[in-house]
């Protein structure tokens, strides 16, 4: 933390998840989790991130094409 190179690890790390988890709020409407226990709410975890993954590439490979024609 006393060093830039720490000082700019630590503030990397502040701001990447939150703007996973806002855009699971606002953008996809999730707010709870439908399962109880640890082992399933992993699971459903697992299942938000991979979306989230799947739509953000989706959206990448759409820029790239429109860029590609242009």
């Known amino acids: 933390m006393r060093s830039e190179n720490g000082y700019a690890l630590a503030v990397r790390r502040m701001t990447e ?3 996973v988890f ?3 709020k606002n953008n996809r409407g999730f707010r709870r989790f439908l399962l109880r226990g ?3 709410v992993t699971l ?3 299942w938000l ?3 989230h993954n799947l739509l ?3 959206a990448t490979n759409r820029k ?3 860029a590609s024609l242009q």
């Open 17 to 19: 998840p939150e703007s």
């Open 22 to 24: 806002g855009q699971l």
């Open 38 to 40: 640890m082992d399933k």
């Open 44 to 46: 459903e975890v697992g």
């Open 49 to 51: 991130s991979l979306a």
């Open 56 to 58: 953000k590439q989706a």
């Open 64 to 66: 790239q094409k429109l």
